[in-house]
Structures are given as C-alpha cells and as structure tokens.
C-alpha cells in the first residue's frame, strides 16, 4: 500500500443521519432580512464610492442578520434560520421574483416557500432598487441586435444578468493560515505604503477600507456566533451537547479571526468563508477546489499529535457537507430549468498533482469520497483529478461512489486540462495546481476571475437562421446569408451557417461585456477581493479586473445535432440529391409529419401574423383566431406528403451519427465544434482578459431545446437539444467504448471552459470488483485518448420510472444531470424524461 | 488464401463486454448451435441459417451476416486502446463457436496476432480435435457444465453430456489453456445444492481448473422468442433469488474451488 494515505474506510457517525433528516423537513423557505438590511445601509451610504457601500451593507447584514445554530451540528453558520433557505439580493434583480411571488412555491423546477410576511417585507425594499440593479445598467449598455438575439433564444446570459458572478476559488488557504487577522493585517501594511502621489490612490485606498472593513465584519459574525453558542450551552440539559456548544464557541472565538490551531478550527474557519462568500456575492458555484490539500497540514498536524482519530476528522469532514447542502438559491422560474435540483455547483475536488508535477493524494482524497458516501447529498460536486500516476486506489474508491448511483464524482483529465490551461497563459506551476469550479470549468485557487458560465449558446439557432435566412417569427434577427436556392455547394451551405454562428458569437460576447461592465461598476465584492490575488494591489476587485487570469467562459452546445445535420444536409442533398434544401426546410417546418404542439402552433402564428401587421394590415382577435385555425389545419398533410416525410426520416435515419465511433463523421463534429470555440477566442473582455469555450449546457439543453424547432438530423420540434459533447440522444448504440472514442475525437484542448460528457450505466455494469476495474479502465483510456472529463450516471429505467410514479419513496435518488448531481424528485418532468430517454448503457446482465 | 479472408456466419458483435473474461471485451456471437437448452436466452443463435426476427418496436431484423475474420478484427480494432487499459480483448461465444471451428480458429488467430487477450464461451459439444485447432490461440476457454446427469441433461439441452465432460477432461489435462467452468443455474434443471456439488467436484478434479462461475437464469431472451414467433419454453419460471445464488455459491467452495455469481 501507498505510504502517503490510508485507503481503509472510516465510520459514519450517528449525527450525520440526524443532520441530514434536519435539512429536508420541509420545502425550502425565501427570507427577507438580508434584502431588508442591505436596504437600510444602502439608503445611509447614497453618496459614498461603490466599494465603501458595499462593504457597509455587508457588514450591516453580517451584524443583524438572525443566526442559528441547528440541533447536534458541530460546524456552524447559517444564511437562513429554515433549513436550506435562501436569501434575496435584489441589488443583482428583484423584478422577476415580485411577479413570481404566488407561483414560487408552485413551480416545477426548485420551488420555494415565501410567507405573505415576507412577501411585504421585500415589497417594502424592492421599490428602492428601481433602476439600480446590476441587470438594469446591463441591458443599458447592451447593443439592440444583442437584445435582440437574447429575445430570440439564440443564447442567454441570464445567470449573470440575474445574479452575482460567483464561479471561483478564494484563498481559503491563507484565511486557514493567518486568519482575517493576517489578512488584515496586510491591507494595513498595503494602506501605508500607499503614497498620496500614486495615480490610483483613490481606488486603491477605497478598496483597501472596504476590505478591512469587510474582514473586520466576519470577525464580528463570528463572535456572534460564539455568544450564541454559548447561551446555548447555558441552557443545554444534555452534557455532552453542552460541551459541544463551549468548544463551538471557542472555534468561534478563534477563527476566522486567527489562524487555525488544528483541523477542527480550519474546517469551522474555512465553512465561515465558504458561507459568507454567497452571502455577499449572490453568486453561484463557489467551489471549495482542492479541499483535500489545503486542509492537509491541520489535519497531519491533529494526527501526528495523536489529537485527532481518523473516524473524528471524518465527521467534521461530513458535517461540512450537510452544510454545504444547507445553502440555497432561489432562482427566476426560467433560469430555474436551466440550473434545475437546488445546485448551487460547490465543485470540490481530490487527488491530482502539486505545483512540482508530483501526485499528492492524501488520506482527506479517500475521505472526502467517503463524506459523499455518508451524506448521500447532491453537494459539493465532487470531482476527481485523473492523471497517469493517479493512484489505482483512489480510482477504485471513487468508482465505489459511482457505483451507488449518487452521480459522484466527476472525473477530470489533468494530461489535457493542464496544456489546455496553459495555452490561455496559465503558468505551468499554477496549471498543475488547476480545481474545477461549478460543472466542469477548470481554474486557479485565489487566482482566477472566470467568469466560468457567461452564457448558454444554442447552435441550433444560428442553423434554423440558415434555412429562414435570418429571421425568426417572422422578424429579421439574424444576419442574412442567402436564400436556399443560392447554396448551391455544401461549402456554401457550411459558409451560410459559419457567417451565422460568427455573428451570433460577436452579439453574445456583447451581451457578456455589457453584463461584465455592470458588475463591475454596481456589485464589486470587497470582501472576496480580499481573497484573491492582486486586488489589493492593483485596488481593482474581481469584477473590476483584479484577479491574476481573467476570462469569460459561455458554453456552446448541440454540436452532436449540428453535426449530424450538417452531415445530413451534406449527404442527402449534395450528394445523393434526394431532396433539396427547400423541401428539407419544407419536411421541418411540417416537424416530419409527427404534428405541431402548441409551441409550434404559437410560433407560426406569430411569423403569419407578423407578415399581415407588415403590410399595414390590423388585425383582431378573431383574424388571430382564424390564423391559429388555419396553422393547425396546415399540420394536416396528404396521404402522399405524409409517405415522403417518412421517406426523409428514413433517409435520416440511415444517414451516420456522431458517437458510434465513425471516423469520418466524429472528424466532421470536430469541424463543428470548431465553429463555436475558434471565433470565440478572438474576443476579449473589460477586465482585459479573453472568452474561451465552455461546450456543455448544465441542463440548459432541455428548456432551450423547447425553444428550437424541428433539425435536419431529424430531432423533432422543441424536444431536448443533445447533452453535453455526447451523442444524440438515443443516437449511440455501439455502446459506451464507441461512444467514448467518438467524443475523445472532438478537440477538447481549445475548449479550456470545459467539456462535458455524460455517460449512463446500469448497476451491472460496474459490479464486482472486475466491475470496478473495467469501470476505471473506461475512464483512463478516454482520458488516453485526451479526453477532458466523464461523469456517469449509474440507474436503471425502472428506478427511474417508478421514481416519477412514486416521488416519495425517491426523495434521496440523486442523479447527475450534466454536470451536477440532483436529487431526481425535484427535477421537472421533462428532464426527468430526459434522463430516462438517454440510452442506457447496461453491460449485460 | 490468407487467414484473415475466412468466412463465417455471425449475428451479433458486443463491444464494452466486462462479464465475458478479464477487463474489457469485444464479444462476437457465431450463428448455430448443437444443443437446445430451454433456458438459452439467444435462441436467434441456434439456427445457422439466416433469420428474420421481429424486434419489440415490430421492426423485422435480419438476423445473421456472413463476414470474414479480417471485417470482424475491424470492429475488435475499435476498442483496443481499452483493451491495454484493462487486459481485455476478444471473446467468441454464440451460437457455439466450435460448430464453425476454423471461422473461430482463425479470429483466434488474428486477435493473438494483434496482442489482444482471447477467450470463448462454449460447450465443449463437438469432436476433440476441433477443441485442439483453437487452443493454441485460446487464453481462456468458459466452459458450460450444465449438469452431471446425462439423462437430464439431455431431457432440457437435447443431448447427452459424455462428450462434454470428457472434452473438459482434455481440454484441462492439454495445459493450453486456462480452463473456467460455468453453470447457468435454472430452477427446476440444476438449482439444489447436490446438483451444484457435483458440478463443482467434477470442475475441482479437472487439473488446472481454479474457478467456477455460476449464472443466474434471467428471462432477458423472452421478446426474442415472442419475435421468432416461438413460445418461451421456460413459461413463468422465475430467476434464483439472491440467497439461493449465495447458498450455492458456498456449495461450490465447499468443493475446494473459487466462486463467482456471474461472469
């Protein structure tokens, strides 16, 4: 065995079942106070520099906001008193939430609890923020066409044009090390070496008070929370709870304001920073990253002391991710789908390299895996670092945890991420030092400003511009690039749908920008900055351009249907001529035969009635009416028309796809996906860094797919858009080896926001120890063939069938869903149906 | 004539196969087969003559394909970066694989020539000298002993299991080859524990042999019967539970032998 850990399995203690009971009581609740006092200050700070009213109202919610400590837990700190509640940030948005103030609680997607006292209290504040959001100054300084393309689906930025940016690593390592104290302690070395003649004095002393006093406002929190705990441990009937509470108020007392004195101390240290980040930020995806490192020296220091048994860390380690899941966000009913199952995408990662090149799995790698085992809950997003020297132990482990169907861990391709980082001007020591945040995105702990989900960009659209020339409901929207009768080569149809996505591309880094500039100029954060290297120096926060690596990161998806359809296009029209790109459009617009749904039926009726209105022509409700009729009637074709649409989809049907390990066509899904990631890279963003390609959609490929119309790889109207870099969906049928030599061949280097590809696998197929092998030798032979990362979901149909019937009894089924792990219950029923859709890849029986 | 241009009749080539041998497989499945057993759940592998089958969507598919070694390597070739990765390689089964002997011999042939691990799945039903042309191409050869008594095996396979049990005898004392003894376990056929021990005691008395695998009966193959327009010969038999697969499982150690529930 490895001298460096110990891969014997430690106890899970009797608490953590109790705590996790706790959690899932009751829906999850919307609370005021935060919006109330962020309120308060901002009213009492109006001509103050931004930086200086943010760390105000920080610190004015970090003294008044109510604290609890919930029963039994030994690591404390609460956004909300509810369990898994969340707070609102209205100076990111507020509209959206007042008009969905009745149907929150109803919703499909991640509904939330909002009582009418609650409903006055934000009603009372939102007015206050009329025109001052984030999202206001975005949309004001968006170009029309961009607004334009959002309007239409094209892409949508709506995660950071509706809250705070998130998506990164602090320092968590300094703050375990030195406390805010030390932290302080350097701003005050960096405010007096500040001289009055320094071109950026003003910025720089700005920022540098805001921090302190920020830091300053942690500390404080803290100490309320050691007061609590100790009136708590007054009252506390139970003796050995009320030993508990004292030692609770003595973590308080000393971190974070000091350094930690052993791995108890740094966990509560590091769940303050953990916490309060999202409580200021409003962000999401706040990831931990290398846990398993940082938290290393406290935890060797307890052992070799003899202070500290392996079965005590891992309860500490599991009591973090209880709360970790304690956290919560409520999202705009639309934005909701997109992110659905309560995921706030805490990615904490294991095992992997150091800054030398040498592979530092510990004994926190194999507990962290454990913690996930214990807890059985969707949070963090466990992730593994893979590389050739990765430790078969730690694999095997953490296909253990895959085995159980959690949807953890996510394996992560250091021989590709690393160059891939690299090749963006990450230093090698840092690349190698790389953590995953929210999904799949690599970054730098401390270092890097990512900006990692800029947007989801649907390829579909810019191709449906192609056969409409442009427009959209009958609007022009979209650049024109022919009628179809002039493509008269499929090079002249891959240049039309090349001009499309390249200007589509320059009206999403628009969006971007614009979002990028408002956050800088309205929400800079500077209790964050304080986290991360040089805003203290370069008096700049993250928002601002102050972090080291500087990127923006929008994710493209559907390359697996635009490349089978290109390739569709390519073979049916161009080369066995057997239909043209009319009559292509035609079978489309027709969704093959298989009949209009309302969407479908809405959307047409709107390019008629837009046509008439065109012409000068008013119409009323009941021309309206006369059109929906007639649309409807129009979905009804001849017998003979019907035959030829089955004809098509058999044509399509017999045309090859992307994931069954062809040569010729994976290399043609290559093209496509450069598409997307190579003119992106020739864009640059307000905080002087460059956009870089993301091609995963989280599971923003289910309601955007509701938003595109039928495709020429046959994929009918509004149904699911692929996942991730995989097949189609049904689409691979040569089994998991196929699928994963088809998408090793896409270039997963130049998409250095991350790739992602999701495989599903029936328990069998990973029984056994033999079953863990081969599980593990599938992934290390896609990262061979320099893939970037694997994820797997490991259910049977019929749990999942009968989880829909019988939600109930499924309340604990997590799945992954592109990139994270839900609870399957709370996700809506479309992609439900969609998990179940996907081919399941069950070795036999 | 090369090798590589010997034809053969297959129906069915399964990449991603972890159950079939060490790490990961390419399983190809020959057409035709000598016996009957009721509980075969590939009963489109018994004919050797090319069928139609109708599928549960009520799709007709043709089921068999006459193919060379050197097309059915392409597919095995797909997957050979996983096999360095796992130790994996090609597994023949069927169908059984020793009715179309010098088709097997060669693919055989061709996988060891390529470095690539090999093993079949097979009866052992043919004359000896077939067994021989394949050994010494053959790392691993599953073996089915589905029972000892030769009345009953012939009452549920169609044939008496003599030839069987000496080819295993042969096969073992040869040293060519690791030898792996498989038992379905069917409720009714040979699902007690005496009839498991005596399995076992034959499979401990061949020389060489170290492992045992038993199989539960699954109803997988029940569409396919319904879709050859045969009835399914095992009606409403339901597959061992759990339990009973672990009490068996003891039996077979208690014979001396390592034991696996499945492949």
């Known amino acids: 065995m490895n001298p460096k850990f110990n891969a014997t399995p430690t106890m899970k203690s009797e608490r953590i079942k109790g705590l996790v009971e706790e959690l899932f009581k009751k829906m999850p609740e919307i609370e005021a106070s935060r919006a109330v006092l962020l309120t308060e200050s901002y009213r009492a700070t109006e001509n103050e520099p931004i930086e200086l009213r943010r760390a105000h109202a920080f610190a004015h919610i970090l003294d008044h906001i109510p604290i609890v400590i919930r029963d039994n837990e030994l690591i404390v700190g609460s956004q909300t008193l509810a369990p898994r509640g969340c707070q609102t940030y209205p100076e990111f948005s507020w509209e959206w939430l007042e008009a969905e103030f009745d149907t929150v609680a109803e919703r499909e997607a991640d509904p939330f609890y909002i009582s009418e006292e609650t409903k006055k209290k934000l009603l009372a504040v939102h007015p206050y923020w009329k025109n001052k959001t984030s999202s206001d100054l975005a949309l004001s300084y968006m170009a029309p066409e961009a607004v334009l393309a959002i309007e239409h689906n094209v892409f949508t930025p709506g995660n950071y044009f509706y809250n705070g940016v998130g998506h990164l690593t602090v320092h968590y390592d300094k703050v375990l090390a030195g406390g805010f104290r030390g932290i302080i302690e350097e701003i005050d070395e960096k405010l007096s070496a500040l001289t009055v003649g320094d071109p950026h004095y003003a910025r720089k002393h700005t920022l540098l008070c805001g921090m302190r006093l920020s830091c300053e406002a942690v500390i404080r929190y803290a100490h309320r929370y050691r007061d609590l705990a100790k009136q708590m441990a007054q009252k506390e009937g139970n003796g050995k709870r009320r030993q508990e509470l004292l030692k609770i108020a003595e973590n308080c007392n000393r971190v974070p304001e000091f350094g930690a004195q052993s791995f108890y101390e740094a966990c509560q240290s590091f769940w303050f920073v953990q916490q309060l980040i999202q409580l200021e930020s409003s962000g999401h995806s706040i990831s931990p990253g290398r846990f398993d490192q940082y938290m290393y020296p406290y935890y060797s220091a307890d052992r070799e002391a003899g202070r500290l048994t392996r079965d005590q860390a891992q309860e500490y380690i599991d009591c973090i991710w209880v709360k970790l899941n304690d956290l919560n966000k409520c999202r705009d009913a639309e934005s909701a789908k997109g992110f659905a199952g309560y995921s706030l995408f805490q990615n904490l990662i294991v095992g992997g390299q150091d800054k030398d090149g040498k592979d530092v799995t510990n004994d926190l790698s194999f507990m962290c895996i454990w913690a996930s085992q214990h807890v059985f809950l969707p949070m963090p997003s466990l992730s593994i670092r893979v590389w050739n020297l990765s430790p078969q132990e730690l694999l095997i482990e953490a296909a253990r945890l895959t085995r159980t169907g959690i949807g953890l861990p996510a394996y992560y391709n250091d021989e590709v991420i690393i160059p891939a980082m690299m090749n963006r001007g990450v230093s090698l020591q840092d690349a190698r030092e790389y953590n995953i945040i929210g999904c799949v995105e690599p970054s730098v702990m401390g270092k890097m400003m990512g900006w990692h989900d800029a947007a989801f960009f649907n390829m579909c659209r810019p191709l449906e511009f192609v056969f409409s020339n442009g427009t959209d409901k009958g609007e022009q929207v979209s650049i024109r690039t022919g009628e179809l009768k002039e493509l008269k080569t499929f090079e002249d149809f891959w240049e039309a749908y090349q001009k499309q996505m390249e200007y589509q591309i320059s009206l999403l880094v628009n969006a971007d920008n614009a979002i990028d500039q408002a956050h800088a100029v309205r929400v800079p954060l500077p209790w964050l900055s304080s986290m991360v290297d040089d805003c203290m120096d370069r008096g700049l926060t993250t928002e601002q351009g102050g972090a080291v690596y500087n990127f923006t990161g929008p994710q493209g998806f559907g390359i697996a249907n635009v490349a089978d359809s290109l390739y569709a296009v390519k073979t049916l029209v161009y080369e066995q001529h057997k239909l043209t790109l009319e009559e292509y459009k035609r079978a489309m617009t027709l969704n093959f035969g298989q009949g209009f749904d309302d969407a479908t039926v809405q959307e047409m009726t709107m390019q008629i009635a837009a046509g008439i209105q065109k012409t000068g022509r008013k119409l009323s409700e009941a021309d309206i009416e006369q059109i929906i009729r007639d649309v409807r009637a129009s979905a009804q074709v001849s017998e003979e028309e019907k035959e030829w649409l089955s004809r098509v989809r058999e044509w399509i049907d017999e045309v090859p796809k992307y994931g069954n390990d062809i040569p010729e066509v994976d290399d043609f899904a290559r093209e496509v996906a450069y598409l997307y990631t190579r003119p992106l890279e020739k864009y640059r963003n307000p905080r002087g860094g460059q956009f870089q390609a993301g091609l995963y959609p989280v599971s923003a490929n289910v309601p955007l797919g509701a938003q595109t119309g039928a495709t020429p790889d046959g994929r009918l109207a509004h149904t699911p858009i692929a996942d991730g870099v995989g097949p189609g969906q049904g689409r691979d049928t040569k089994g998991p080896t196929a699928t994963a030599n088809s998408v090793a061949r896409l270039d997963h280097g130049i998409a250095s926001n991350g790739t992602l590809f999701n495989q599903k696998f029936h328990p069998s197929a990973l029984a056994g120890e033999s079953g863990l092998n081969d599980f593990v030798a599938l992934i290390r032979t896609f990262f061979d063939e320099k893939g970037m990362h694997m994820q797997f979901n490991v259910v049977d149909r019929q749990t999942l069938l009968d989880a829909q019937k019988n939600p109930d009894q499924y309340r604990h089924l997590v799945v992954r869903v592109a990139g994270y792990s839900a609870l399957f219950t709370t996700l809506s029923r479309s992609l439900q149906d969609d998990i179940i859709r996907r081919t399941e890849q069950a070795a036999e029986v | ?263």
């Open chain 2, 1 to 263: 004539m090369s090798y590589l241009d010997t034809k053969g009749r297959i129906f069915d080539i399964q990449r991603y196969s972890v159950h079939d041998g060490v790490g990961i497989r390419t399983i190809v499945f020959l057409k035709g087969c000598v016996l009957r057993c009721r509980w075969c759940c590939n009963p489109e592998s018994q004919d050797f003559a090319i069928q139609q089958m109708k599928e549960a969507s009520g799709k007709l598919k043709t089921v068999g394909e006459d193919t060379t070694v050197r097309e059915v390597m392409q597919t095995v070739e797909q997957d050979r970066i996983f096999y360095r990765r796992s130790g994996g390689g090609l597994t023949l089964s069927g169908g059984e694989c020793t009715v179309q002997a010098e088709f097997s011999r060669d693919l055989l042939h061709a996988a060891k020539d390529a470095g690539f691990s090999t093993a079949i799945e097979s009866m052992a039903c043919c004359s000896y000298d077939k067994i021989e042309m394949l050994l010494p191409y053959l790392d691993t050869y599953l073996m089915d002993i589905k029972h000892m008594n030769g009345e009953k095996h012939k009452q549920f396979c169609g044939k008496d299991n003599a030839l069987m049990l000496e080819n295993a005898l042969k096969t073992a004392k040869s040293g060519l080859t690791e030898l792996v003894i498989r038992t379905p376990v069917i409720p009714g056929f040979n699902d007690t524990v005496p009839e498991i021990r005596a399995i076992a005691g034959y499979a401990a008395s061949l020389p060489g042999v170290r492992q045992m695998h038993i199989l539960p009966y699954h109803r997988l193959g029940y569409d396919k019967y319904t879709g050859l327009g045969r009835e399914y010969p095992m009606g409403d038999v339901l597959p061992p539970s759990g339990e009973k697969m672990q009490e068996l499982k003891k039996a077979v150690e208690a014979a001396g032998i390592l034991c696996m529930i499945g492949g």
